[in-house]
C-alpha cells in the first residue's frame, strides 16, 4: 500500500495533494476538495495536516485468498489491508492498494494495481503507477503475504519459492523503488511492516518455518532501513501479529486460537488498525518492531 500525502507531487502510496493555504478561501479546511494546475492538467488535492497531502500505498492487504497450492495469500481487497487503506483514506491520505486481483475504486483518490508481487519488476510498476497518478510517496505498508503451515520436512520447493516469492523478493521490490521515491522527493517517508510473533517465539502446535524465515528477514530489514536512512528522515517500522480475526480465521469454535494469547482472546483488525495508525503518527519512533499479539511475545 503506498500513501502520497498534500502538496505537491506524492511519490509512492497512492496519493497526491497539498495542504491548504491558510490565507485562501479557496483553500480552507472547510473545503472538501479544489483544483489545481499540475504539469498542463487538472488535478484534485485534498486537505491534509501536513505539508502535503499523505499518500500511502498498501502493498497488499492483509487478506487471505486460498492459493493454487492451499496456502493462504494476503490481498488489499478485504481483512486487515482493505481496514488500513480505508483507516488512511479517512486521514486525508490518498491510498495506491495491489493484489493479483483486485477491483477497482471508485474514489479518484484510491488507486487500485493489479500485480503478482512474486514477480521481478511488479513492485517497480506499482510505485510508478502511483507516481504518475499522484506525484509522490510518503508511506510504504508492506502487508502483502503467503503463509503455510506445515512440518519442515513436507515443504516443497514450490511451497518454497511462493512464499519468498511474495514475502521477500515483493517486499525489496516495493520497497526499493518506493525508498527511491521518498530520498528523490527530499520530504522522507515510512516504511512499515506486518509481520507475526512466530518470529519471536515459536510454537510447537504451529510449524510455520517458512513463515519465521520470511517475516523474519523483514523485521531484520526494518530495522537496519531505520538507521541506514534515518539522516534522511524516512522511518521503517513494523507491526508484529499474533491471530487475529480475519477471514482466515473467522471464528474461534472451542477458543482454541483466543487461548494461544494470554490474554484470552483473539486479536481483531481494529487493533491493528490502531497500532499502525499509532507509528504512522509518532514521528520520533523509527526501528520499532510493536507486537500486536495479546501478549504472545512477552512469554506466556
Known amino acids: 500500500m503506498l500513501l502520497p500525502r498534500s502538496t505537491g507531487r506524492c511519490l509512492q ?16 479546511r ?17 486537505p491534509a495536516v501536513s505539508r502535503r497531502l499523505p499518500a500511502r500505498v498498501p502493498q497488499l492487504g492483509h487478506t487471505h485468498e486460498r492459493g493454487e497450492e492451499g496456502g493462504n495469500r494476503h490481498r488489499a481487497s478485504q481483512g486487515i489491508g482493505a481496514a488500513v487503506a480505508d483507516a ?50 510518503d508511506t510504504l505498508v508492506n502487508n502483502a503475504g503467503v503463509y503455510r503451515e506445515k512440518p519442515f520436512t513436507e515443504y516443497t520447493d514450490a511451497d518454497y519459492d511462493l512464499v519468498i516469492g511474495v ?8 520497497t526499493r523503488s518506493a ?21 519471536d517465539r515459536a510454537n510447537a502446535r504451529i510449524p510455520a518455518a517458512l513463515a519465521s524465515l520470511t517475516k523474519g528477514g523483514l523485521v531484520a530489514a526494518t530495522k537496519e532501513l531505520a538507521i541506514e536512512y534515518a539522516a534522511r528522515r524516512i522511518r521503517a517500522n513494523a507491526v508484529s501479529l499474533g491471530v487475529i480475526r480475519t477471514p482466515m480465521h473467522p471464528d474461534d469454535p472451542g477458543g482454541t486460537l483466543a487461548a494461544l494469547h494470554p490474554l ?8 491493528v488498525v490502531e497500532a499502525i495508525m499509532y507509528l504512522e503518527q509518532a ?12 501478549g504472545q511475545s512477552a512469554g506466556f
Not at 487500485?112 to 510517496?137: C, E, K, N, W
Request: net charge positive; charged share 25%.
Open 283 to 294: 514521528s520520533f519512533v523509527t526501528g520499532e518492531i510493536l507486537h500486536v499479539d495479546g
Open 88 to 137: 488512511y483514506r479517512r486521514r486525508g491520505y490518498a491510498v495506491v492498494v495491489t493484489a493479483r486481483s483486485i477491483p477497482s475504486s471508485h474514489d479518484p483518490d484510491v488507486l487500485a494495481v493489479p500485480g503478482d508481487l512474486s514477480r521481478p519488476g511488479t513492485g517497480a510498476q506499482i510505485v510508478a503507477q502511483a507516481l504518475d497518478r499522484f506525484g509522490r510517496i
Open 167 to 174: 514475502n521477500l523478493r515483493g517486499f525489496f521490490d516495493v
Open 179 to 199: 525508498i527511491s521515491a521518498m530520498l528523490a522527493g527530499g520530504d522522507g517517508g515510512h516504511v512499515l511492516c506486518v509481520s507475526t510473533t512466530l518470529v
Open 13 to 28: 502510496r497512492r496519493t497526491v495533494g497539498r495542504r491548504p493555504h491558510p490565507k485562501s478561501s479557496a483553500r480552507r
Open 30 to 46: 472547510g473545503s472538501a476538495t479544489r483544483r489545481v494546475r499540475a504539469g498542463g492538467r487538472r488535478r484534485r488535492v485534498w
Open 264 to 271: 484470552g482472546r483473539m486479536g481483531e483488525v481494529d487493533d
